[in-house]
């Protein structure tokens, strides 16, 4: 994958999900019934970011529209069109999408 035209200090999905546990699993509940497992530590720290922040979100979807129809890319799905799926996905499998 060329990664030269990616911004390394871009915040991925994944580390993004992997701060949001680390957090959950870091703060201070303390001993209230309700916060004991790790899912409900999510959910209450969730919650919390949609209150304060939930606001941001159709605004960023927008501006993600707009950028996407501006830069206009091509799909970068391949669809395997040989009839009788020999090649690259070995024959008679499928693919899943």
């Not at 871009?10 to 993004?16: A, C, K, R, S």
């Not at 992997?18 to 870091?26: E, G, I, P, T």
């Not at 949609?50 to 950028?67: A, H, I």
Request: overall charge negative.
């Amino acid at each position: 994958m060329d990664t030269e035209g990616l911004d390394t200090r871009i915040l991925t999905y994944v580390d993004f999900l992997d701060a949001l546990v680390r957090v959950a699993a870091n703060y201070p509940f303390g001993d209230h019934e309700e916060y004991q497992t790790m899912d409900q530590k999510l959910t209450y720290l969730v919650e919390k970011l949609k209150e304060k922040y939930g606001s941001l979100g159709k605004g960023f979807s927008n501006s993600q529209k707009t950028k996407d129809e501006e830069l206009d890319f091509p799909c970068k799905m391949v669809v395997n069109d040989d009839s009788d799926m020999e090649g690259e996905y070995g024959e008679g499998e499928e693919e899943e999408y």
